[in-house]
């Protein structure tokens, strides 16, 4: 079965230094992945998807996320985070169902905090 | 646009009561979804739809009903609620398709905190 594991449930960083948050899935065939940022209060949002290709994906807002195969994982990363972007972020794995809608895993979320 | 909305944004139930929550879509989408999310558990799928007229169930479909009478809107039901529902209630949507194609971003209302006392 397919599972999402995001280590470290609570990340404080300052303001202007660079983050990375740790996402590691498990999926047999080839998974396809995701990063979502959820605001106070607010629905969930699409930063980023890996379907295929480049192994390093561009997503909004300055982020980016490495896929690694050989350490299954797929971290997220902003070279200098700014106070807004103090969220709870997901990282999801989902698998294409040629008969139905897909089904998408969500982590159980890291909470970013920013330092002034 | 308005994107997805969701009534009400917060509700407090006694144990037993039933309610719905309502969902709706403006962007002409087919798929519809509704998650709960729970502290440490992240976003778990209730029950879905691939369009009008069609639910299935998802991780957590135990206590849930759901209806897709008309395309943009998609109605949660508690028929009698429990202490264990309390949570908070996102649904979203996305475009159709099978395969890569159903894999397309979601787009989430802001959700629904619910009680159960």
């Known amino acids: 079965a397919q599972s999402v594991t995001q280590p470290d449930i609570h990340i404080t960083v300052s303001e202007g230094a660079s983050l990375e948050l740790r996402c590691n899935y498990s999926?047999?065939?080839?998974?396809?992945l995701f990063w979502y940022v959820q605001s106070p209060g607010q629905g969930l949002q699409l930063l980023l998807k890996y379907f295929s290709g480049d192994t390093l994906v561009q997503g909004i807002k300055g982020f980016e996320a490495e896929f690694k195969r050989s350490q299954s994982s797929f971290n997220l990363r902003k070279p200098s985070v700014h106070w807004s972007d103090a969220a709870e972020y997901f990282c999801?794995?989902?698998?294409?169902?040629?008969?139905?809608?897909?089904?998408?895993?969500f982590g159980s979320g890291t909470r970013l905090s920013i330092r002034p | 646009n308005a994107g997805v909305t969701q009534t009400p944004k917060f509700r407090v139930l006694k144990t037993g009561q039933s309610m719905t929550l309502l969902c709706a879509q403006d962007m002409n989408h087919e798929y519809m979804y509704w998650y709960r999310q729970d502290p440490g558990m992240g976003l778990r799928l209730i029950h879905y739809s691939v369009g009008e007229g069609t639910t299935a169930k998802g991780e957590v479909p135990d206590g849930y009903n759901v209806s897709r009478l008309k395309k943009q809107n998609f109605l949660l039901g508690l028929e009698s609620a429990a202490p264990s529902q309390t949570s908070v209630y996102f649904c979203?949507?996305?475009?159709?398709?099978?395969?890569?194609?159903?894999?397309?971003?979601?787009?989430f209302g802001p959700g629904t905190r619910l009680t159960v006392l």
């Open positions: 999926y047999g065939a080839t998974p396809y």
């Open positions: 999801a794995v989902g698998r294409a169902l040629y008969s139905s809608a897909s089904k998408i895993i």
């Open positions: 979203a949507s996305s475009y159709g398709g099978l395969g890569l194609a159903s894999l397309n971003e979601q787009f």
